[in-house]
């Protein structure tokens, strides 16, 4: 069973960068599909971007293609998230989470086994 903490949320101004770590622990963390998540305060839980077991594919939600990157180091038992340009409605705990199933690196979090305590970003204006 592998244990997901999440790092680096905090305030920024919109428009501005911020990187996500989550460290793996645990957990043979090379074996996993990794995935982030975020929850704005009254809204559902949705996907942001999922990352395959090497790293070599990708799957980004729409809303944040072209400005997020999500990589991993293996070798380091972490997973990151490149957030550029964020925007107000970007407020949100975000979630790393790890998945143990086939497949590609996939957007839907019942997929998805582990999951973090989540780091708060507040995007204000």
């Known amino acids: 069973q592998v244990q997901l903490v999440e790092s680096g949320g905090g305030l920024v101004q919109a428009g501005d960068s911020l990187r996500l770590s989550c460290a793996a622990s645990g957990g043979l963390f090379s074996s996993y599909i990794m995935g982030w998540f975020r929850q704005a305060p009254g809204k559902e839980r949705e996907f942001v971007a999922a990352v395959s077991r090497s790293g070599v594919s990708t799957n980004y939600a729409d809303s944040v293609k072209g400005r997020f990157t999500i990589s991993r180091d293996n070798g380091k038992n972490t997973l990151y998230l490149q957030m550029n340009g964020l925007k107000l409605e970007e407020t949100a705990v975000y979630y790393c989470?790890?998945?143990?199933?086939?497949?590609?690196?996939?957007?839907?979090?019942?997929?998805?086994?582990?999951w973090g305590q989540g780091t708060q970003v507040i995007v204000s204006s």
């Open positions: 989470a790890a998945d143990s199933d086939f497949g590609p690196p996939a957007g839907w979090a019942a997929r998805y086994d582990y």
